[in-house]
């Protein structure tokens, strides 16, 4: 799975205060390992940094 900018996700993340919320991916940052990490914009905030794997991209949010 590879996600985009502006595709709407879930957060698993136990740790995270948006645990469980649906929000937008606002950036996509590739590691020096080749891995991606996402900024994800929710409602009350946002959260950077986090890796695909916590991350359910929400079916049907395709606009084309």
Request: proline share 0%; net charge negative.
């Amino acid at each position: 799975m590879s996600l985009e900018e502006d595709d709407t996700v879930i957060l698993h993340d136990e740790h995270s205060e948006h645990d469980g919320e649906e929000g937008v991916v606002t950036q996509v940052m590739e590691t020096m390992f080749g891995d991606s990490n996402y900024t994800v914009s929710f409602d009350d905030g946002q959260e950077a940094g986090i890796s695909e794997d916590a991350l359910e991209l929400v079916e049907g949010d395709d606009e084309e």
